[in-house]
């Protein structure tokens, strides 16, 4: 679970150390970062989820991101600064850095700071113990720590470093060229299994902007053979991806009918067809089957958002984003998926960008219990992005939701752009 997290000079996101809880709700006007903010914090993700190409998974992200308008260029940045606060089940907690320089030539995109460093100073030190750190002192070289907290002596092992790629994604390259840290049964045990731990983590990272659902590409008869093992950006394989878990777990496609008819009564069965090398799929609504591409694009919406919310627990998804979950939903529909998301066992952590006043309505009672974290974006304040205090809150939402005083612009969790 990512405890907190820290952007600075990212597009329009500036952040230290926020705290999140389980599931984290932004809200705010348009262009005031909270689709930036999710690509901040998915950045590491989309880096170790990359496919392989002729550059590396850090260039892949950064180009991706449009080389140097990854960083807020109205100030004239070259550089952004992410930090993540990690636990990792049995792991020590961890704090994990990436820093990097941008520029319109590719030569001038490199990193220039990534480390590991424990999250806690244990007692005796001055600052957090460090795992590794690489570019700091000097482009292209790493200093990793050969020794744990608890040992008297600490050696710290140099090796060159490819400034082009993170240490997360070079590991294996590094252990094959340099045999001393291979030999070195801290940095081949200890650091090693950290970073495998971190490797696992960002590759079930699940982030979606609803706004690039191909709804046109999720309609259309799809190969039989196209990968269904994850959920592409785009939603264009949403049909293989049901069919895969409806084969793999038994109880899937009870639970997603189950999650189905809460917003759709009148759905009795769903239908997976394949003929031709072709695959698609039919809702039973009425007594009669139904394609995909006679039903409304809300709907279509919708059967993509469920599918992230009752995939099986097996499957482990780390952390789950999505950015305006409300789009082309009715405000029934909107209720009933917010209480989803709050039922939710397919994810450990969730993030959830909306506009919506009736789908933020539902996470009153889990915000005031401290379940729920409520981040409010504006540009144009002191705090770019706050965390709404539920104390400081309690009297105001007597008798009142969320929602209520976003749709009166209430100054302390505003509201409608002025």
């Given amino acids: ?86 636990e990792l089940g049995e792991e020590y907690p961890v704090v994990y850095t990436l820093c990097a320089n941008v520029g319109e030539k590719r030569g001038d995109n490199y990193i220039v700071e990534e480390s590991l460093d424990a999250a806690r100073i244990r007692s005796g030190s001055q600052k957090p113990y460090n795992y590794f750190c690489c570019h700091r002192k000097e482009q292209g070289k ?44 801290f940095v081949r045990d ?104 006679e039903l409304s694009d809300g709907t279509v919406h919708l059967l993509v958002l469920l599918l992230l919310l009752s995939m099986p627990e097996q499957n482990g998804i780390s952390m789950l984003a999505v950015d305006e979950p409300e789009m082309n939903l009715h405000p029934a529909w909107q209720k009933v998926l917010a209480n989803e998301i709050l039922r939710g066992q397919s994810f450990k952590q969730c993030f959830i960008s909306t506009h919506s006043p009736e789908f933020l309505d539902e996470f009153t009672d889990e915000f005031l219990s401290g379940d729920v974290g409520v981040f409010v974006f504006d540009p144009l304040s002191r705090t770019p992005i706050l965390k709404l205090n539920r104390e400081e809150l309690r009297s105001e939402l007597t008798g009142w939701t969320l929602g209520d005083l976003y749709r009166i612009g209430d100054p302390m969790i505003g509201g409608w752009p002025q």
Avoid at 19 to 47: C, D, Q, T
Avoid at 150 to 173: P, W
Avoid at 205 to 222: G, K, M, V, W
């Fill in 1 to 86: 679970m990512i405890k907190s997290f820290t952007c600075s000079d990212f597009r329009n996101v500036l952040c230290s150390e926020l705290p999140f809880e389980r599931i984290n709700i932004l809200i705010g006007p348009n262009n005031a970062g909270k689709s930036n903010f999710i690509r901040a914090l998915s950045f590491a993700a989309n880096m170790v989820g990359t496919s392989q190409t002729d550059v590396t998974g850090f260039l892949s992200e950064l180009k991706r991101n449009g080389w140097n308008q990854a960083v807020d260029r109205r100030e004239k940045k070259e550089s952004f600064r992410l930090a993540w606060h990690f």
């Fill in 142 to 185: 790493g200093e990793f720590s050969t020794a744990g907290m608890d040992q008297v002596r600490n050696n710290r092992l140099i090796v060159n470093v490819d400034r082009n790629e993170t240490v997360l994604l070079q590991m294996d390259k590094l252990f094959f060229d340099n045999k001393e840290m291979f030999s070195t049964p």
């Fill in 190 to 293: 200890r650091i090693r299994k950290v970073l495998e731990s971190m490797r696992l983590y960002f590759r079930s990272f699940y982030s979606y902007s609803c706004t690039a659902f191909h709804i046109a590409a999720i309609r259309e008869l799809q190969d039989e053979q196209a990968d269904g093992s994850y959920l592409k950006k785009d939603g264009s394989n949403f049909v293989n991806v049901y069919a895969v878990l409806e084969e793999t777990y038994p109880k899937f496609k009870e639970t997603y009918i189950h999650m189905l008819k809460k917003q759709m009564s009148d759905c009795e069965d769903i239908r997976i067809s394949k003929a031709g090398g072709k695959i698609w799929m039919e809702l039973k609504v009425r007594d009669c089957y139904y394609s995909l591409s």
